[in-house]
């Protein structure tokens, strides 16, 4: 079994973000985690929403240390972790909610459109699509740090960066979802929760 990855960032933002899914995530049952990274959400996660099956998912890469996660957890409503690369082949199986945290200003562009193109074949009506992260809003940042933020990530890799509310929206809307709440969450960042409609 290889050492398991470590994102000290999850444990600094887990609780805030737990808050949020024990309320929304109350009447769901299945859930796919989108860019799982280190397993670490998942095994926090996961046992408090008993009720929950938890998908974790990431490209292949990133498979070994999520096993690594959840098999020291042991828990019984984490499954195997999948394989998945959002602009390649998707789950052939469909859930009532979607999560997935700090991804979008990591993934190319492309990528986040192919993502939320992906979605309706994975949604169930009604379910959630909730995204965690920094966002802008009307083309500005939020804050100094989310401006120095999104600088380091175009140092390190120029297609990232913090991606703006209402072209996230324009996508979710395109692929029948409509925004139900705008979460504001610590070290500005926010919590998105649309809604696939019926």
Excluded at 52 to 61: C, G, I, N, V
Excluded at 94 to 104: I, K, P, S
Aim: charged share 20%; glycine share 8%.
């Amino acid at each position: 079994m290889p050492d398991k990855p470590y994102a000290p960032s999850c444990d600094k933002n887990r609780e805030p973000i737990l808050a949020v899914l024990r309320e929304r995530l109350a009447e769901r049952t299945s859930l796919l985690e989108i860019g799982s990274g280190t397993g670490q959400h998942a095994v926090h996660f996961a046992p408090a929403l008993p009720h929950l099956s938890w998908q974790t998912s990431d490209r292949a890469e990133n498979l070994p240390g999520i096993r690594a996660w959840l098999a020291e957890a042991g828990l019984p409503n984490t499954p195997a972790p999948v394989e998945l690369d959002v602009t390649g082949p998707w789950p052939a199986r469909r859930f009532d909610a979607v999560f997935t945290a700090n991804t979008l200003h990591i993934m190319p562009w492309s990528a986040v459109e192919a993502m939320f193109a992906a979605l309706p074949g994975v949604l169930v009506e009604q379910a959630l699509f909730v995204a965690y992260g920094p966002f802008n809003y009307g083309g500005k940042f939020t804050s100094e740090s989310n401006a120095r933020f999104d600088a380091s990530l175009k140092a390190g890799a120029p297609h990232q960066g913090i991606r703006d509310f209402d072209d996230l929206d324009a996508f979710a809307r395109r692929a029948g979802m409509a925004l139900a709440e705008d979460v504001a969450m610590p070290s500005n960042n926010r919590c998105l929760v649309w809604r696939r409609l019926g």
